[in-house]
Each structure stands twice: as structure tokens, then as C-alpha cells.
């Protein structure tokens, strides 16, 4: 039987090989399964039907079971050919056998019976079901097996004709068709299934042969290319720590400053493409470990001895407990070390300042286990399934705080598994993690093939592996230093950004938000000389700072914890502090679809990284002199203001200051003429007459001075409002008929003209609720306005009314109107239409400003030469009247 199986599984090999034929492969195993299943069932229900015949046929049964038991013995026969090594070549006829013989079978039972229209006749049917529900032919096949079988059962009654009753057997004969019409149907149906699905198969099976192949070729180019950035690498930070030694001379501070962030990034890079290399090797199973008798307690005290000062900078508690022994522990110390220090990383990097991490060992008789427990941040339940996972981030937004690759917690699982061991992790958000790694004793759980034939760390003399083609004492000098070993660590503790520069202040400011430490340091030594350079690590951060500061020029970045870079932009620009601030896009996002949402944002410039120094120079040099000209441009506005102001506060202090002084020189001048008469005894008598006369100009020069005094205070209440704006109150309701009565004797016109006021008050004592002085100063104004529009004759008329929800307050008066083209600005504040030296324009904004506080409208209806109607509508207030 297995030479058989080896057989088949040969001829399966060679026809999986030619397209179509594959088919054919698989419907031969399937017939061939159904081949035995026919036989069996054959070999097993026909001489059980011995039952049937000694209930209904009793005196025939020993002939009946004779031919019962020649069908099975014959099915049984079939059954052991199925298993030769020819039966693949005739499954067609060794399936249709049992059935055909079953015929066969059935027609002599029903001859030796004398009827072949007996009901015995349903067998002939059932053997024509079998093959159609079991077996997987073609339609020509099931077509040529279907009908021996009913020409079987037709030929001897054709041959006895006259001997048969004609409508039992065209009812018989119907049944049979149709019998076979439906297995022909089911055959063919089953045979075009199996058909699509042995070609989806091989279909499949092609592609996963493909993904295999491009897989492995993915792996080998990986591995190729990680091995070609190494060695340049290596290259690079060869000349590049003997600089910093100064073995070609003496660097100045500022050089040595530049130069250390090329070496830091150059081993980030080196360490990333030698755990990029190890992950390719495990996937080629070609990496392998050194043992040695472990030393973990010696390696744990190292890596906390040497992690220690650095979580100190994190403010963070590291600790180490020890509780029994590693004895009988055998591991490469190099690459546990790398998983250790992965997992350290990582707890150092998600502990908040104030935290705490543990790390500690114990063993049991069989294993050792090494835990890390940390305080921060924790997992959510959810993301425990693919922390382990290649690349995979428990945060990939965006917003994410927390930078890195995805690697290092997916090679530390990996080297664990090398060394046949485990990882576990317990997690609860907000209370922390724990990391545990168990490690089998001995050596006899280490597969051949994991263990590296040269278990000895010393270098051999020739090289033989691609890794072993580079400086190799240097490189391995390089990689075990502390600061390769433990970069991880230095990078998570890391809290320094930049060093602020202590010099003479700067004309620009310029805000860089980057979550990227060292992109902050680099972008701050590139402008620091010439801008006063402020740094935010996120971008709430960066906005605090924008709203404080207020910088000349913003650069952002794109994806940002807290706040990302787009929303940054968005919350500048809704608030009037920092609309007007340029933004740069300093980001590695560079597609179309990015550029247009930072445009869409506002941001005026783009900068992909990596990133040109003097690009970026020059993108702030434009933006700083594009902000100078508007800059200039608002200041020449604001001058154009204040000549405005000034000319309107002159005029309208200066013409009640010459009343109040005519008025003092009138009095003056009364004054001295009683003193004369008094000081002039032949006077006396016309003291009283001198006094007399004099009492009414008196008078009349003290009213228009105290005029003078009333609209000198109504000017500067004007201003104060003004610059008050926003200073909060507390309304209280006013009965709007009542107000407006008090104002009248308070408002006068500008000059000696006649005018006339009316007063129509139809609101009926209708309160609205608002602060009173602001509102009754808000009127005044109104009406004022009117009265100085106004020329002799002119007519004010103040109309009040009410309805169920609202109070209207109209002052209109016939005089010039306001030009249709002033009618947008007359409520922007200092805007006038008196020309300079007539007016502040301030009136009309303070009103505007007041009524829409209180929630209602201010509205103007004019036309030139008919008169304006300022109508105020607020709302009712719904207390007693």
C-alpha cells in the first residue's frame, strides 16, 4: 500500500505540473474514492435485501440470496482492484462496475421471478442513483453508465414484448427516465463544481508559489540592501568619532554640537539596520546564537547600573531585585541583552516623570524568569494580540505620542523564541505593564539548527559570512559600546531639547512645534543666530506658546501627539491674535492630497523632509518681509486713524472750550467792572444798578459754559466706552418711554440753529432688560447725530412702540441723508462722515455694539436729500410693567 501511495502521489506531482490536467488529477482521486465507497455499499446493502425477499418471495429466496452474494463478492473484487497501481488508468469502468453488475443482478432476480415489471425493478433505479450522487464523471461518461444501465433493465422486455402489460411498463419505464435524466443532471452539476473549484485551487496554489517566491526574494533583497547601508554606515562613523576625538585637530563648540547629532542619528540608523538584518535572518532561519553559561544577574546589574542616570533624567525610579539565580542557564548574551534592553525601552519610554520601572529575576527548577514592571501608561486589551506583531503601533494615528518603529518588542519576542522560550505580558490602562521572559535550563531544548557552529565570541581569521566582510574590529568595538547598546534607552529618557541662546535679544521670533527632538535641535542651530528661536514638543504646546508669544513666523509639523499639525493651524487661524502669523509644513508627509489639506489649514508654505537648511532660511526670510509690508501697510492705516481721532477729539473739545472760555471772559470782564464801581466811593450807589444788569449775562455765559463742560464730558465718555469694550455690567430692566424722556433736556444741537424734536412714545411702558446707561448713552447718540445733521427748520422725531415681543425705537430726522456708498462703514468705529475735525465716529459703533450685546438690531433707512431713520428693535422683557 505505501508503494501505491508513493505512486499516486508521483503521478498527482508530474500532472500538477501541465495546465489542465490538474483537473483531471483530482477527479481521478475523488472517483476513485467513490469507486470504494460504490463497492462497499455495494458488497453490503444487496445481501442484506435477502430480508425483503424472504418476506415477499419466500419459496425463491435461496436462488435470491445466491444472486445477492455473487453482486457483493463481485463489488468486493472491485474494491481490492481500486487499490492497484493500473486502476487510476480504468476508474470510469471499475466505477460503473458494481452499479452495472447491480443491474445485471437485478434483471436475473426479475427473470427467475417471471415479471420484469415486479417491483423489484426500483433497484435498477437506485443503481443509477448511486452514480449519479457519488461519482465526479463527465457528461458523456454519466450519459454512457446511465443508459446501459436502463438498457439493462429495457432489452429483455423488448425481447418478451407480447408476454408485458403496455401501461405498467410505460409507467415504469417513464419513472426510470427520469430517475436517470436527474442522476445525469446531478452528475453533471457536481462535476462542473468540482471542476471551478479544483481550478480555484490550483489557481490559489499558484499564487501562494508566487507570494512564496517573491516573499524570498523580498527576504533576499532585505537582507542584501541592510548589509550594503551597513557598511557605509560603518564608514561614516568611523572618520566621524575620530573627529569628534580630535585626532585631525581641535573643533570648536559649535562644530562638536553639530557633528554629535550626525553620530547619534548614524547609530539610530546603524542599530535600526542590524535589527532589520536579524529579522531577515530569522525569517531565512539563518540566524544563529552563541551559547554560554549565562551570567543574567551580572548583565541585569550592568544594564540598570548603565540605564539608571538616564531614567534619572526622566525622572523615573529604576530598580533591580534579584531573587534567586540563573544556575544552569545557557544563553547568547548579546542578543538577550538586546531583548532586555527592548523591553526596558519600552517601559522607560511609556512611564510618565514621577513613575516607576522594576525590573527582576527569579528561576524555578526548570526555568528562569525575568520580569519587567513599569507604572505607565499600560495596554489596552485589545492592542495585547499585536504589540508583538512586526511594525505594529498601539497608536498609528496621526496624533500618536509615542514614536518608533514596531520592531523592537517583535525581535525581542523572536530571540526569546530562538532561545525555546516565551514572553507574557500583563497590562492594565493606567496602572502599567509587565514584561516577563522565560528561559528553559540547560542545553538540551536548543534546536541543531538555531545553534551557531563557531561558539567561540573570538574572530575567526577568515571571513565567511557577508556580516563578517566589514571593519570587523572596529564594528564590533563600535557595537559594544555603551552608546549603541543602550540607545534605545538614551532616546525614551531623553528631555532636553534645545539650550535657549543667552545673547542680545533678536528682532524676529520664530516658534518651531516638532515632536522629533533632534529635527528641533537641528532647526533651532540653524536659526538661533539671527531669530529668537521657541520650541514646542507637541502641538498643544506649540499653541500655548503662539498665544503668549505671538511669533513673527510658525513651523509645524504634520503628525504630532496632543494636537496634530493641521488642527494647530486651524486654532491659529480662528483666533485674531494669530490669524495673521505665517505657518510653514515642515513634514515627511508629502503626497498631493497632504499639501492640499495644509493649504486648505492656511499654512502659506509646504517643506517636505529631508529638507534644505537654506530652503527653510529662505521660506522665513520671504514670510518675515511678507508680514513687514502688511505690517507696514496696517501701521500707515492706523496712522491715517489717528490723524482722524485726533482731528475729531480737537474739534469736538475745541468748540465747547471757546464757549466755556467766551463765557469766562464775559464774566471776567462783568467781575471787574463791579470791582472798579465798588473800589469808587461816588460808585456806590450803581453798585447795585452795575449788579443788576449784569445778573442775566451772568447767567446766560454760566449755561453756555456748563454746555461747554457737558459735551467735553459726553466726548470723553465716548472714549472710555469705546476702550472699555467687553467690561461687564449688570443689566437691569428699563421702561424705554421713561428713559427717553430723561435724555431730552440733556441734548441740544450743535449750534445756534432752530431745530424742533418730537417725541411720539407709543411703547406703553415696555421694559427691555439691558445695562441702562450704555443703552440711554446709545440713544443719545442717535439723537445727537441727528440734531448735528440738522440746519435751521430742521425736525427730530423719537417714536417708540411695542408688540408681544419686541420694542422698536426709531429717531429720524429731515435732514441731508447719508450716500449710499457709507452706509456699509457708518458702524465701524471711527469712521464718520463730519470729515476730519467734525466728529470721533465713535457714536455709531458704540451703539451698534450695545444693541447687539442686549440681543437686538440696528438698522438705517436714507436717502440723499430725505432724511435718515435709525430704528433699534430690541427685545421685550417680560417682567411687570
Keep these: ?189 457536481r462535476y462542473n463544481l468540482a471542476k471551478r473549484e479544483s481550478e480555484l485551487r490550483q489557481n490559489l496554489g499558484h499564487a501562494l508559489e508566487r507570494l512564496q517566491e517573491l516573499d524570498r526574494l523580498k527576504s533576499q533583497f532585505f537582507s542584501n540592501i541592510t548589509h550594503e547601508l551597513r557598511t557605509p554606515l560603518t564608514m561614516i562613523l568611523a572618520p566621524l568619532e575620530g573627529l569628534l576625538e580630535g585626532e585631525y585637530g581641535n573643533l570648536r563648540p559649535q562644530q562638536r554640537e553639530y557633528l554629535r547629532p550626525i553620530r547619534q542619528n548614524a547609530l539610530k540608523l546603524l542599530k535600526l539596520i542590524n535589527d532589520l538584518l536579524d529579522l531577515a535572518k530569522i525569517d531565512e532561519q539563518f540566524l544563529r546564537l552563541r551559547l554560554e553559561r549565562g551570567d543574567l544577574a551580572g548583565l541585569l546589574s550592568e544594564i540598570v547600573e548603565q540605564s539608571q542616570p538616564l531614567a534619572a533624567r526622566k525622572d523615573i525610579v529604576l530598580k533591580l531585585e534579584l531573587i534567586s539565580t540563573d544556575e544552569g542557564l545557557f544563553v547568547d548574551t548579546d542578543r538577550i541583552e538586546r531583548a532586555l534592553v527592548n523591553i526596558l525601552s519600552n517601559a522607560l519610554k511609556f512611564t510618565a516623570p514621577g513613575g516607576y520601572v522594576r525590573l527582576w529575576m527569579d528561576s524555578s527548577e526548570t526555568e528562569v524568569h525575568i520580569g519587567v514592571r513599569d507604572s505607565g ?117 531623553e528631555r532636553r531639547i534645545a539650550t535657549r541662546s543667552t545673547g542680545t535679544p533678536k528682532a524676529n521670533r520664530i516658534l518651531v512645534v ?31 506658546l503662539a498665544l503668549r508669544e505671538l511669533p513673527d513666523v510658525i513651523i509645524t509639523d504634520y503628525m504630532m501627539p496632543q494636537m496634530d ?9 480662528d483666533d485674531a491674535r494669530t490669524k495673521d502669523i505665517p505657518v510653514i509644513m515642515l513634514t515627511a508627509k508629502s503626497q498631493v492630497q497632504d499639501r492640499i489639506d495644509a493649504r486648505e489649514a492656511g499654512a502659506e508654505i509646504f517643506l517636505s523632509k529631508p529638507f534644505s537648511p537654506k530652503e527653510l532660511r529662505t521660506a522665513i526670510n520671504q514670510l518675515l518681509e511678507q508680514r513687514g509690508r502688511q505690517v507696514s501697510r496696517a501701521l500707515h492705516e492706523q496712522v491715517k486713524s489717528l490723524e482722524h481721532i485726533s482731528a475729531g477729539l480737537a474739534h469736538e473739545i475745541h468748540n465747547p472750550l471757546n464757549y466755556i472760555r467766551s463765557a469766562l471772559f464775559v464774566i471776567e470782564e462783568v467781575f471787574n467792572e463791579m470791582r472798579i464801581a465798588a473800589s469808587d466811593p461816588s460808585q456806590h450807589s450803581a453798585v447795585a444798578t452795575l449788579v443788576h444788569e449784569s445778573a442775566g449775562r ?125 452706509l456699509g462703514q457708518i458702524f465701524v468705529p471711527f469712521f464718520t462722515t463730519k470729515g476730519p475735525g467734525k466728529g470721533l465716529g465713535l457714536g455709531l459703533s458704540i451703539a451698534y455694539q450695545v444693541v447687539n450685546q442686549a440681543g437686538g438690531t440696528i438698522t438705517v433707512n436714507c436717502g440723499e436729500l430725505r432724511g435718515t431713520t435709525f430704528r433699534v428693535s430690541l427685545p421685550r422683557h417680560a417682567g411687570k410693567n
Aim: with cysteine; charged share 20%; aromatic share 8%.
Design 377 to 493: 501608561i499600560g495596554i489596552a486589551d485589545d492592542q495585547l494580540d499585536r504589540i508583538f506583531e512586526r511594525f505594529s503601533q498601539a497608536d498609528g494615528s496621526v496624533r500618536r505620542q509615542y514614536g518608533g518603529t514596531g520592531i523592537g518588542l517583535a525581535l525581542a519576542k523572536e530571540i526569546v523564541e530562538l532561545h525555546g522560550g516565551h514572553i507574557t505580558v500583563t497590562s492594565e490602562p493606567g496602572a502599567g505593564s509587565e514584561f516577563v521572559i522565560h528561559l528553559k535550563k540547560g542545553e538540551s531544548h536548543f534546536r541543531p539548527d538555531v545553534l551557531d557552529r563557531r561558539q567561540s565570541s573570538a574572530p575567526s581569521s577568515m571571513p565567511r559570512r557577508g556580516d563578517d566582510r566589514e571593519p570587523r574590529e572596529w564594528t564590533r568595538m563600535l557595537l559594544e559600546h555603551k552608546d549603541y547598546r543602550y540607545l534605545e534607552i538614551q532616546e525614551v529618557t
Design 698 to 822: 451772568v447767567e446766560r455765559m454760566h449755561e453756555i459754559a456748563q454746555k461747554g463742560v457737558s459735551r467735553i464730558a459726553r466726548v470723553v465718555e465716548l472714549v472710555r466706552n469705546y476702550a472699555r469694550e467687553g467690561y461687564i455690567r449688570e443689566p437691569s430692566a428699563i421702561v424705554v418711554d421713561t428713559m427717553i424722556g430723561a435724555i431730552a433736556p440733556l441734548l441740544s444741537p450743535a449750534s445756534d440753529q432752530i431745530v424742533s424734536v418730537e417725541l411720539d412714545l407709543q411703547s406703553d411702558g415696555a421694559q427691555v432688560f439691558c445695562i441702562a446707561e450704555d443703552l440711554q448713552q446709545s440713544i443719545g447718540n442717535l439723537w445727537q447725530n441727528a440734531l448735528d445733521a440738522l440746519g435751521n427748520g430742521g425736525k427730530v422725531v423719537i417714536r417708540t412702540r411695542a408688540d408681544a415681543d419686541s420694542v422698536v425705537i426709531e429717531v429720524e430726522d429731515n435732514g441731508p441723508g447719508i450716500p449710499r456708498e457709507q
Design 1 to 189: 500500500m505505501s508503494h501505491v501511495n508513493d505512486s499516486t502521489q508521483t503521478v498527482k506531482g508530474n500532472e500538477s505540473e501541465v495546465p489542465g490536467r490538474f483537473l483531471d488529477v483530482e477527479l481521478t482521486d475523488l472517483n476513485i474514492n467513490g469507486t470504494r465507497l460504490t463497492a462497499t455499499l455495494a458488497a453490503i446493502l444487496f445481501p442484506s435485501g435477502v430480508v425483503l425477499d424472504y418476506l415477499t418471495n419466500r419459496e425463491s429466496v435461496l436462488f435470491l440470496f445466491v444472486v445477492r452474494l455473487s453482486i457483493a463478492a463481485f463489488a468486493l473484487v472491485v474494491l481490492w482492484m481500486s487499490y492497484a497501481n493500473w486502476a487510476r488508468r480504468y476508474m470510469f469502468a471499475l466505477g460503473a462496475a458494481p452499479a452495472i453488475a447491480g443491474a445485471i443482478g437485478m434483471e436475473v432476480m426479475l427473470a427467475h421471478l417471471g415479471d420484469y415489471l415486479h417491483a423489484y425493478y426500483a433497484g435498477t433505479s437506485q443503481c443509477i442513483l448511486a452514480i449519479g450522487f457519488i461519482f465526479y464523471w463527465r457528461f458523456r461518461q454519466i450519459l454512457a453508465a446511465s443508459s446501459t444501465i436502463v438498457a439493462i433493465w429495457l432489452i429483455p422486455i423488448v425481447l418478451n414484448f407480447r408476454t408485458v402489460h403496455i401501461g405498467p411498463f410505460v409507467n415504469n419505464f417513464y419513472s426510470l427516465l427520469i430517475v436517470a435524466a436527474i442522476a445525469v443532471a446531478s452528475n453533471v452539476n
Design 565 to 573: 499639525g493641521l488642527t494647530l493651524i486651524r486654532h491659529l487661524r
Design 514 to 544: 516638532e515632536d522629533n527632538a533632534d529635527v528641533l535641535r537641528f532647526v533651532s542651530m540653524q536659526l538661533n543666530d539671527e531669530h529668537e528661536v521657541y520650541l514646542a514638543s507637541d502641538g498643544l504646546k506649540g499653541l500655548e
